[in-house]
């Protein structure tokens, strides 16, 4: 079954190349695989592709941490709380009513 994943991930990159949710389910397909360093070139690849995209931190730091790579987990977690925490990603907090006198 992982040939025919693999055969429908390449087709949906090669129409979607910059997609990162893609690159992350391919990612996570090979690393369930225990294919771990394709799975990072994969993680790598959609983190060039949008280096914004924090889920794609989370997930690849899940894996470094299941294999046991803290400093790369660390690292890989890190990341992503600066993008959560970055007011380009962190929505305006809604003011709030004025009560009239």
């Known amino acids: 079954h992982l040939d025919r ?13 910059t ?11 090979e690393h ?5 360093e394709r799975a990072r070139e994969l993680f790598e690849s959609g983190s060039k592709a949008d280096p914004r995209y924090g889920p794609l931190l989370e997930r690849w730091g ?4 299941h294999l046991g790579n803290k400093t790369a987990a660390t690292s890989l977690f890190r990341r992503a709380a600066v993008l959560h925490s970055s007011p380009a990603t962190v929505p305006s907090p809604v003011p709030a009513p004025t009560l009239a006198r």
């Open 62 to 65: 899940e894996m470094e941490a």
């Open 5 to 17: 994943a693999r055969d429908l991930f390449q087709r949906a990159v090669t129409a979607a190349p």
């Open 32 to 36: 369930h695989a225990g294919q771990h």
């Open 19 to 29: 997609d990162p949710q893609l690159l992350v389910s391919w990612a996570l397909a």
